[in-house]
């Protein structure tokens, strides 16, 4: 599977690489990868559905740069026939097999994060290009800015573009789990909701807005550096 | 009404306004970081308006760049035609630029660690991380001080090798290496010196870039505690491990609650009786550290003095590593007894406790090292002895050695000894979590003594690398197999920049102090060592200086020497320089307080403006509604209020809001 002739392009690799925040080494790299004979054991996998294994990246590129490891994950979640480069930027995997990459798996924020960079009419798959925008959004050189833009729409669960009381709580319960002992009760809730608002809402309307969003995210220097996910 | 994809033609149309007098280099990073899809960036950057408005058709022009850039250098190539001293400048900053991205490609290729760290981050988190981190920065620092002393010293030594008067007795440990340690031990050339200087250059570089960290975790005026809402934003997206999740989630869970009923509580207001007496306990608690930490450093200095005597008379070779085996086993023993005192000190919140903690174990250490350097420096250097230095540069080895032996020990075994203790025997207590603020500590403790020691022994930093490299696998298997992650969300990057500020500070400079002293006020030994002879250390420049005075061609060096170096007149205009730099960087912060004050105020003044005019105008079209009762005109206001409650999606700048729940009795408003 996948002849000789399937390379990112010259022009396709500069384009990646002046529009993402990933690098150029790592494009080149998984482009070669992505020809590896060990892909075609995870096409068995990948045709019948099952969960990826979770294996993590091979052994031997465990410094491979990003947006060429991006693109080796991202074939193996496609089914054979789409395998080959240009069918690979188009295709669209649903978002069951996206939520069983490893980075992925366990985070609480799952959904909304594909929900977010998807760009098909009915929002339920990603392509290759908006796979390589989350793995930009959420890489290292991102700047602070667009981090805190994109944990703004990922957090807005109603997608008005403002977090209004609803939102946060569907946040804090996101946040503290499924458990019984561990979701707050809603005196709890209200009082953290209230406390969050006064803390937050400059303009006192209620909701907190991006640039509300954007303030209080500037004042907590570790946001960079967990807003982070490393493929 | 405005219609969304109208408001999304305006937005791009600005922007793109805004992205015509960039440079291309700059406008590319001006795409990259619009936080649109790839689509639309790729739309931008070719320079197209591509803007999907079926209801106007609408034709743009389709500008490209490349015809923008061409018009923008026709006007500019005449001038700089005339001026090749530009094009030079822009050659030498791009191929620099290139230089720069390609070296931080190979550095990032070749990176230390990386999948080991991205697996410990995935299972404790940023906060552990950190000291993996620090950690590997300090082992690539003492590469590169090891690389350059070697280069500069030791390769000459061993062409003109000199005798050694000093062995090392076959009890010491890696007796081999330790004789030729030992030999190499006293060879320290005049290039020492100024490689020393330079070090210091290199760490004021470092200093800056740490000010800057410094100045965005600690100097931003922090108006609103934003304890909660930090915790709530900022979920670490680095944990992929499923069990790791669960408990992050539980803790945050924990935390939260936690956090709330300090927040009820906070305004409970304790009685006179109370005060007083947790008053009492904080006084009584410092009174008793600071009492064991005095009395340590006295043991220690009478132990090492008795030592001394010791020695001179018998020549038990395992005499010599009895003050490194106590001086370890304080530094085990003392921070134990410390955070004991938890039990009868209450603080208001929890990071307090952690801050004096770490405040009194910090304490402690740099006192025993300033008791040891006084010895040191005090009893040996004048003891009379031939080749002090040696003397000096093999105690260090050895404590540094003995504190490296109980860092193993207490990985393996102690660390084993608790989970067995916190699993079987006593379940209420759980596994233990990575005492971040003490490793931490102790790295810097290894580090200090490090660098006194360069002075007297330039290969320690070869000693320090293999056993950091060793303690970075130790602590990780350690980790692995003992540990939980940390129940509180730790603030890793305040603590970071705390860190480093402390090795640069009571470190670095408690370093620099010693040298200084060594310098400038001990005689060298009188056998040993290339500085054998002169009365003072100092003074190998002053001769050096001297014969450079003979030559015509480096006059501008000795120039520079006698009138920046020596004279106080320089020292006291720059001192007075970056006083007035900082009283005018003090009085602008300042200013920047009672401007934010102001506008925020202004903010919540628009926002009262805005709730105001919007129930005007929703009354006003209620009174037009009764008034006019014609179904058609009723619908097209809705639609159109429905189009402006959809209006801002993307873009939180525009301002053209109505929204619902301001009729529904918005109770804010």
Redesign the interface.
Known sequence: MGGSGSRLSKELLA?YQ????L?K?EILLSVHVVLAPHLVDNEQQARSGNEHTGKP?AENT??S?LSTRAHRRFCELLPQEQRSVEESLLAQVPFEQILSL??L?????KERICRVFS?SPTRDSLSF??F??LLS??SDTA?P??KS???FRI?DFD???TL?RED?SR??NC???E?ED???SAS?MK??ID??LE??D?????TI???E?QH??S?????A??????L | MLSDDHVNEIIIEKLIASLIPMTSRDRIKAIRNQPRTMEEKRNLSKGGLTIMTESEGRAKARLTWKIVDKEKSKQTHRILQLNCCVQCLNSISRAYRRSKNSLSEILNSISLWQKTLKIIGGKFGTSVLSYFNFLRWLLKFNIFSFIVNFSFIIIPQFAVAEKNTLQFTGLELFTGVVTGITGLCHQVQLIFLFLVEMGFCILVSAFSSMAKYFRDNFINPHIYSGGITKLIFCWDFTVTHEKAVKLKQKNLSTEIRENLSELRQENAKLTFKQQLTRFSAYVMAWVVSTGVAIACCAAVYYLAEYNLEFLKTHSNPGAVLLLPFVVSCINLAVPCIYSMFRLVERYEMPRHEVYILLIRNIFLKISIIGILCYYWLNNVALSGEECWETLIGQDIYRLLLMDFVFSLADSFLGEFLRRIIGMQLITSLGLPEFDIARNVLELIYAQTLVWIGIFFCPLLPLIQMIMLFIMFYAKNISLMMNFQPPSKAWRASQMMTFFILLLFFPSFTGVLCTLAITIWRLKPSADCGPFRGLPFFIHSIYSWIDTLSTRPGYLWVVWIYRNLIGSVHFFFILTLIVLIITYLYWQITEGRKIMIRLLHEQIINEGKDKMFLIEKLIKLQDMEKKANPSSLVLESREVEQQDALHLGERDGSLDLRFRRSVQEGNPRA
């Open positions: 384009e002046d529009l993402t925040f690098t080494q990246i465990n410094s740069p490893p980075e798996k366990a985070n609480p924020f760009t290009e908006d390589l925008d959004v959420f700047t800015d667009i833009h994109y944990a957090f997608d008005d573009g209004n946060l946040l804090v946040l503290t789990g458990g561990t979701r707050l709890e009082q953290l406390n969050i803390e937050s400059i303009d006192r309307d209620g807005n991006l640039s969003f209080v995210i004042r907590s220097p570790d946001f550096s967990s807003f982070k996910i490393v």
